[in-house]
């Protein structure tokens, strides 16, 4: 079984300032790591994957997150924000083995403030 | 591609009634996914359909909720009969196929309030 934590329910953040959102995850398979954003009366759409390879994983709008397996860590980071980016973002995680179901975690609700 | 096409986008209902919400993936997706989102429960996985068979229903709340997929274009999500406490937004997502890696794509929702 997988579950995910963001332990971070709301970050309000100022227009150009840096974000990060945590996120940490527990399983007892090797896991795929997700970051999917909530645009107000949207669905979910996907940010960035982590699959293999480089931990560190660039997505769209300039996001990126860097997956961290001692920590069991998949946090997501954005230099500077606009307020375009106001939104809620949701980690997920899914197991390696094919069938397996995403897990999210409670989302993190980013305010972007001018 | 069009995405992921839900209808209604809202449903206003009153408690003891049918909801059927509907659902068309992305052609050529193979797996088809229903949530619920709310505020106090956040989002569900309620059950996932491939090569259009129920794969796992156990997020399903209760016998009032059903879902088929009749064919590989075309989903149904129906509660019978409805309650206040069903009251969210309900999504549809599809993917190419169910290995772990691949990416849900997401439709717009339906928000269903049940008076």
């Known amino acids: 079984a997988q579950s995910v934590t963001q332990l971070d329910s709301q970050v309000p953040v100022f227009e150009e300032a840096p974000v990060e959102l945590r996120c940490n995850y527990s399983?007892?398979?090797?896991?795929?790591l997700f970051w999917y954003v909530q645009y107000p009366n949207q669905g979910l759409q996907l940010l960035l994957k982590?699959?293999?390879?480089?931990?560190l994983v660039k997505g769209i709008n300039g996001f990126e997150a860097e997956f961290n397996k001692s920590q069991t860590s998949f946090h997501l980071r954005k230099p500077s924000v606009h307020i375009s980016d106001t939104a809620e973002y949701f980690c997920?995680?899914?197991?390696?083995?094919?069938?397996?179901?995403?897990?999210f975690g409670g989302g993190t609700r980013v305010l972007v403030k001018p | 591609d069009a995405g992921v096409i839900q209808s209604p986008r809202h449903e206003v209902t009153e408690m003891g009634q049918e909801v059927t919400l509907r659902c068309k993936p992305i052609s050529g997706h193979n797996s088809l996914f229903w949530y619920r989102q709310t505020m106090m429960r956040g989002l569900e996985l309620l059950i996932y359909?491939?090569?259009?068979?129920?794969?796992?229903d156990s997020g399903m709340p209760e016998d009032r909720f059903s879902a088929k997929m009749p064919n590989a274009s075309f989903s149904t999500l129906k509660i019978q009969p409805s309650e206040p406490r069903d009251s969210a937004v309900y999504f549809c997502?599809?993917?190419?196929?169910?290995?772990?890696?691949?990416?849900?794509?997401f439709g717009p929702g339906t928000r269903l309030t049940v008076l």
């Open positions: 997502a599809s993917s190419p196929d169910l290995g772990g890696a691949d990416t849900q794509y």
């Open positions: 399983s007892s398979v090797s896991v795929y």
């Open positions: 982590y699959l293999s390879g480089s931990t």
């Open positions: 359909f491939n090569n259009n068979v129920p794969i796992d």
């Open positions: 997920a995680v899914s197991g390696r083995a094919a069938g397996n179901k995403l897990t």
